[in-house]
C-alpha cells in the first residue's frame, strides 16, 4: 500500500539528461509511466514542485499501471484530499488526515467520517465521467476496463458497508503477527528491538525512532498525535475487495507488516534535533509533517504559513467550519432531523471542483498494461520518464522499452529500506535490477553522494 522509498521529484529526474523541447502549443509536453508505485507519491512530490515553480508552461501527464485496484482507490482518495480547496479543508489538519488515511490501521473517528464522506463522492465519480471531470479534473479513468470501474465501485461500497464496520483491524493485525513470529510472538518486543538496531538502523534509517517503530509494529500506527484517539479502522488498507454472489467480500488487511510507511516522507536528511535527534520518540512524525504538509501547501499554492504545530497545536487543529460540521453529524445523532439533514449533505454531489492545477492529468490504465502495454501502438515512444516499483521490475524488458523515447530515464526503486530477510538479499535484487536494464539496453545513470540508495537509474539508449 506504499512504497519503500522516499518520494521523487519526476521533472527534476528528467533533467539529469536533457531538457525536453516544447510542444506545438509552446509548452513542454511530459509523459511519465508508473508501474506499481501504489500510493501516488510520486504524483504528489512533482505536482508539489511544479506549482511551487509556478511551471504552467509544463503539461504533465501520468500515465498509471497498478497490480490491483485497492492502490488506485486510494490513489483517487489521497489526490481528492491533497486537492481540497484551502476554503473547505485547513492545511494542518489536511496533512494530519493525509498521513492517517495514508499509513494508519487506526485512525481518528474524524479521518474515518472524511473517507465515509469522499467514498460516496468517489462512487458518484466512478459512475459519472461528467461528475468526474466537474469535481476532479485531474483523474482519468476512461481507459479502465468497464469491469474494473465497476470493480472501484465495489471497493468505495466496501468503505462505507456494515461489512468494513465488522472488521476489526486491530485483530487482523495481531493475527498477522501472531502468524509470522510464530513461537516468538511472546517474546515480540525483543524481536522488534533486534529488527530496529540490527537492520533498520545498521541501514541508515536512524530517522526513525525506537518508539515510532515499535508502535509500528505492534499495532500499526506508524503516525500519532498525542492525546488524539485512534479508535477506527482505516479500511482503504483492506485488500481483496470484490462482489461475490452479491456480497462484497475481501481478503482483510494483507499489507506490510514490518518495515512501515516511514521511507516515503520520513526519510528526510534534516531531522534536525543535532545529537538529541535519536531521543526524540516523534521525530519521524515531525519529519513527515513537515514534508507533507509543505507539499500539499505548494501543490494547491496555499498562502497558509506552513508551521509544524507542537502537541498542543495538534490538539486545536480543526476542519473549516462546514466539512467539520457534516463529519462530525456522521456519529452521535439524537435528532431524526439532523440525521436526514447530515445523509442529504453526505449522499449528494459535492458542488465544488478540486484546487485548479493546470495542464496535469493523471490517467490509470488497465492491469494489464503492466504486461502488454508496448502492443498499444498510442504509447510507442511516448514516455519521458518511467518509474518501476520493486514489486514489478519483471516489467523491465525489451518490450516495455518500446514506450520509451530516445534517452528518456528509467527509474527503478531498490529493496534498500526494507528489513531484509537473509544476507546479501539487497545485492542479489540490485544484480537483478541491473541484469534487466542490460539487457534491455538502457545505460546506467551514475549519480554522486549515495543518492542511489533507493534507487537505481538507466537511460534509454536506442541503436
Known sequence: MWGYSPALDLLEEITLLSPKSPGEDGRKQLNILLIGNCDGRHIFKTLAQLQRLGADDVAVTFYVIEKSLEPVARQMLLLTLA????????????????????????IRPTSYNYIIQKAHQLIHMVTDFDY???????????????????????????????????????FLWDSRL?????????SKLGVFDWDYHMKLCKAGQESISHAEYNKWRLKGIAFSWHDRVLSKSNYTLISGIQKVNGEIVSF???????????ATYGLTKDIGDGKRKIQNPRKCTTACLKEVMTMLSCIIRSTESV??????????????????????????????FQAEESARKIFDKETYSAAPLGPVKVVYLPLLFQSDIHLRDKFRNVFDAIVISHNSIDSLNSNLIKTAKSNSIIVVETLNFVLPPQKGFHEAFVEKIEKLANDSNCKPIQLLDGEEDFYRRFEVVTE
Open 83 to 106: 486537492l481540497e480547496p484551502a476554503d473547505i479543508l485547513g492545511l494542518q489538519e489536511k496533512t494530519i488526515l493525509f498521513l492517517e488515511v495514508y499509513g494508519n490501521t487506526i
Open 132 to 170: 468526474l471531470a466537474a469535481r476532479m479534473p485531474i483523474i482519468n479513468i476512461e481507459n479502465l476496463k468497464y469491469k474494473e470501474r465497476d470493480a472501484l465501485e465495489t471497493i468505495f461500497k466496501f468503505w462505507i458497508s456494515t461489512k468494513a464496520s465488522q472488521l476489526n483491524t486491530e
Open 178 to 186: 501472531r502468524r509470522s513470529l510464530t513461537n516468538r510472538y511472546d
Open 252 to 262: 482483510g488487511y494483507t499489507g506490510d507488516i514490518e518495515n512501515g510507511p516511514f
Open 307 to 336: 508551521v509544524i504545530p507542537d502537541g498542543n497545536e495538534l490538539e486545536g487543529t480543526v476542519l473549516a467550519d462546514d466539512l467539520q460540521q457534516n463529519l462530525c453529524s456522521l456519529t452521535d445523532k439524537s435528532e431524526d
